[in-house]
């Protein structure tokens, strides 16, 4: 796909996530890992609702400026999450509501932020690790993504919001959406003893679909 079209789809996807209320103002960034390397990244202060494709940001492999307005002042974590996760080649960063929330409740556990509630959560976002809070564009972070060591694409980040990896731009925002949807059905079903998938149930996705999950990881796998 040609650098104009790559372009194009960073801002029609943006511009989907802006209009549905997933990532207000001028929050949340999208990038995009290049064949030779650098990246297409939205830039700082921008909205995903507005973006300009002659304005996104491109970046060498050493993630200097190559043309573009200044990029995002989340480059580290993107970075982080590229260099850990091998097959990632789109993150998305978003502010959306449910996902923000769900880090903020006592009970949730850092390696699995949420149950196995739904088929697809575990299929297009897998499990979901929470790391620990850090002011927005604080390097530190990177080493706290480091430190998952490529096992989760999904990642939320505490008071802050998720940022999940894919294969491609779509699959990160898919994936995305999921995960917002599943910490939503968390927040309306909390404390009313729902029913999660089994361990059975899980055992028989991770097989039929070659799911890599951190709690499977004894399973041959296939991506993400």
Known sequence: MSDARLRE??????RSLFERGLTPGSSGNISLRLEDGGWLVTPTNASLGFLDPARISRLDAEGRLLSGDKPTKEIPLHTALYDTRGSARAIV?????????LTMLP???PRAALP???PYYLMRAGETALVPYYRPGDPDVADAIRGLAGKYSSVLLANHGPVVAGDSLEAAVFATEELEETAKLYLL???LNPRFLSPAQVADLVKTFGLDLPSHHDHDHDGD
């Open 189 to 191: 079903l909390r404390n």
């Open 93 to 101: 960063h978003l502010h959306s509501t449910h996902a923000v929330a």
């Open 116 to 118: 196995p509630m739904t």
């Open 107 to 109: 009970e949730v556990d």
């Open 9 to 14: 789809e960073i801002c029609r996807y943006g």
